[in-house]
T-cell receptor, first 115, second 112 residues
Framework: EAGVTQFPSHSVIEKGQTVTLRCDPI?????LYWYRRVMGKEIKFLLH????????ESGMPNNRFLAERTGGTYSTLKVQPAELEDSGVYFC?????????????FGPGTRLTVT | GDSVTQMEGPVTLSEEAFLTINCTYT??????LFWYVQYPGEGLQLLLK?????DKGSNKGFEATYRKETTSFHLEKGSVQVSDSAVYFC???????????FGRGTSLIVHP
């Protein structure tokens, strides 16, 4: 069974540009999560989808970040316009079941560098 | 607020050395405790967990014991291998929550 995949693995953009990150969860997993790790710091929760609905977006830093999960399959996270402090590794995770109580399976992350 | 503190890295060891990575947490209630590992180029993987006081989680030769009195969950391995080189994250989930709170991660480098 394929794991969680993320694309691209690495993105380098200039301040003010737009970047879209993609996450493909494990097939059949209703729950999808986005996290971010700024260099050397903790991994922080961004948001949680249940199917196509946003269950919890309390971790989204500001309105420059937009996450979508149309059709309840893959998800995208768009940063527009990107700022220097957005640099970091963005992880996606998915889990089966209702209520998000199951173990989360993480992808390898997308390393975003804003210059 | 809730937080996890783990020792800073990198931790550099020779093969077969003993490993300890310290982790302490600040949380209300009775959290579940976890260690995740990220090998180069891969996603985070759950390494082990413990859900109540005095429980010992173990996997792949790694162990950690849930110490409520010291709010700690230190990771240990008796004899590390080069293949253990990775970043290790301590984490907890408060009771009733499904979102882990992570520490900053500790990079482990094992030399032959």
């Amino acid at each position: 069974e394929a794991g969680v995949t993320q694309f691209p693995s690495h993105s380098v953009i200039e301040k003010g540009q737009t970047v879209t990150l993609r996450c493909d969860p494990i097939s059949g997993h209703d729950n999808l999560y986005w996290y971010r790790r700024v260099m050397g710091k903790e991994i922080k929760f961004l948001l949680h989808f249940v199917k196509e609905s946003k269950q919890d977006e309390s971790g989204m830093p500001n309105n420059r970040f937009l996450a979508e999960r149309t059709g309840g399959t893959y998800s995208t996270l768009k940063v527009q316009p990107a700022e220097l402090e957005d640099s970091g590794v963005y992880f996606c995770a998915s889990s089966p079941g209702a209520g998000g109580s199951y173990e989360q399976y993480f992808g390898p992350g997308t390393r975003l560098t804003v210059t | 607020g809730d937080s996890v503190t783990q020792m800073e890295g990198p931790v550099t060891l020779s093969e077969e050395a003993f490993l300890t990575i310290n982790c302490t947490y600040t949380a209300t209630g009775y959290p579940s405790l976890f260690w995740y590992v990220q090998y180069p180029g891969e996603g985070l993987q759950l390494l082990l967990k413990a859900t109540k006081a005095d429980d010992k989680g173990s996997n792949k030769g790694f162990e950690a014991t849930y110490r409520k009195e010291t709010t700690s969950f230190h990771l240990e391995k008796g004899s590390v291998q080069v293949s253990d080189s990775a970043v290790y994250f301590c984490a907890f989930k408060p009771g009733g929550s499904y979102i882990p709170t992570f520490g900053r991660g500790t990079s482990l480098i094992v030399h032959p």
